[in-house]
């Protein structure tokens, strides 16, 4: 393994790394691999050592809990469902500021402060302001919401959440011919509520804010309206110079209720991506 050694703390074996970063937890989550006999000058009487990389980054999470993420980042979860992983969810944070979200983050900071609701962010690891399609769904989950009592959800409108319709749409995404920074996935009401209920304010408010966001996307080719809710944004869509295609919505209510729209859903995504120009 490549790297070099870093002694860590376990409880009250403190090393210089964790005094530095005032560790008051055990690292437990992490591979020890060794202990060894400290010199005339260490501050414990054993060291606890361990390999990582060197140019690794170093994060904690809510709880105090190193991260380590390569510094060249990961790669985009291969599975649905990929940030149920910490290490994935803490570096989609890390992401956040990244030039290509810019403008869409001062769009959900200026949401968040009307008070209507939890507004989840954009996917930095999709297109951000260049992405050439937009999936438009109907509303914000409960596994958007990061602040939410018991099962946190991930705080991204994003195909790698925690639950079934974002499991549906990543295996989707990944029967489609396209790559992930060509395409940007929002809600037409942006906010979760507590509710899926969508009352005719909130509608007329949501197609507000869709305009907002579509003059933010210079390269926007193609939208696709996901759900019954979605597709009422069609006429004001209509107005602008984008092709716009209609698929039902990937939750399993409807892959219950009507299988052969659900199992229809990847074809009329990819007759969209296949537009493109």
């Known amino acids: 393994m490549s790297g070099f050694w870093l002694g860590v703390c376990l409880r009250v074996l403190p090393c210089e790394f964790c005094i530095a970063r005032n560790c008051k937890r055990p690292l437990a989550c992490m591979k020890i691999l060794r202990p060894t006999k400290p010199d005339a000058a260490s501050r414990s009487p054993w060291r606890l050592t361990l390999a990582m990389p060197r140019k690794s980054k170093f994060v904690y999470d809510v709880e105090d809990e190193l991260i380590i993420i390569p510094a060249d980042g990961l790669p985009a979860p291969d599975m649905p469902r990929g940030l149920r992983d910490i290490r994935q969810l803490t570096y989609r944070k890390m992401l956040r500021d990244s030039p290509h979200m810019a403008p869409l983050n001062d769009m959900v900071a200026g949401l968040r402060a009307e008070g209507r609701g939890a507004v989840p962010d954009f996917d930095p690891m999709d297109g951000g302001v260049g992405a050439r399609i937009l999936f438009l769904l109907e509303k914000p989950g409960p596994m958007t919401d990061a602040d939410r009592p018991g099962r946190a959800g991930s705080g991204f409108i994003s195909r ?9 749409t990543f295996t989707f995404m990944q029967q489609i011919p396209i790559m992930r920074n060509e395409t940007l996935i929002w809600n037409s009401i942006p906010w979760w ?9 909130e509608w007329r408010l949501g197609l507000l804010r869709l305009e907002a966001l579509l003059n933010l996307l210079p390269r ?58």
Not at 160 to 168: F, I, R, T, V, W
Not at 193 to 201: A, F, G, I, Q, W
Not at 253 to 260: E, H
């Open 160 to 168: 790698d959440n925690d639950d079934e319709s974002a499991g549906a």
């Open 193 to 201: 509520n507590d509710s899926t209920k969508v009352t005719p304010e």
């Open 220 to 277: 926007l080719q193609s939208v696709v309206l996901v759900g019954k809710k979605a597709a009422r944004a069609a006429n004001m869509l209509a107005m602008r110079d984008l092709r716009v295609w209609h698929s039902a919505h990937p939750s399993p209510r409807v892959r219950a209720r009507y299988p052969d729209q659900h199992a229809a859903i990847p074809g009329i995504w990819a007759k969209a991506v296949t537009s493109l120009n």
